[in-house]
């Protein structure tokens, strides 16, 4: 069955069709809730909210201005972004992590898959020190894969400034990273300087 015909039947209060929406769209929305908010609890909330909202006001949707993703899209970040402002952040679960992010060929190399880890917890890291606005728009940019344009249109912005929050984050996340690399450095030479003093 076609996604217009499903939403139709979901307009004229199809449960099963609302199910099979729901279901089409709950993983992409909770990966995009959690990354914005880093709290698992806080992000299916703002997803179940987002679909409340969704499909209470799908008669307003129109697919000439764009696929139902988008505009579920835009409800998820400004209840991810009420959220938000109810909350304090918590610190994202290493656990929690997309796995299947890492890459195909070299799963079976577990070096290689610690390494990537590694780097993965320490960007999520660095990533949670970031300003909240350049935060939202590095997710937005690099998970998402969003035009500045269409970040700007979610952010409520222009997108010369959607643009620079962009730029902002990079240089934030990759000053934040380099103190991070550098604090390593300095705990693994001072190791190595304690090993020969043993030895």
Request: glycine content about 6%.
């Amino acid at each position: 069955m076609a996604e217009d015909e499903i939403i139709a039947r979901a307009i004229g209060g199809d449960e099963v069709a609302q199910q099979a929406l729901y279901e089409a769209y709950y993983a992409s929305a909770f990966r995009l809730a959690y990354l914005l908010l880093s709290n698992a609890d806080d992000a299916e909330e703002a997803v179940q909210d987002a679909f409340v909202y969704l499909f209470r006001n799908l008669r307003h949707y129109s697919p000439q201005r764009g696929p139902l993703w988008a505009w579920l899209r835009v409800i998820l970040v400004s209840r991810c972004r009420n959220r938000r402002r109810a909350r304090q952040w918590h610190l994202l679960a290493l656990s929690a992590l997309d796995h299947g992010a890492l890459d195909e060929d070299t799963t079976d190399d577990p070096a290689h898959m610690l390494e990537q880890l590694g780097t993965r917890r320490a960007v999520w890291e660095a990533l949670q020190q970031v300003s909240p606005a350049a935060r939202e728009a590095l997710i937005l940019r690099y998970y998402e894969g969003l035009s500045y344009a269409e970040i700007a249109a979610l952010s409520g912005c222009q997108e010369e400034a959607a643009r620079a929050r962009v730029s902002h984050g990079k240089v934030q996340l990759r000053r934040l990273l380099e103190e991070q690399a550098e604090a390593e450095n300095r705990i693994a030479e001072g190791k190595v300087a304690e090993g020969n003093a043993l030895g």
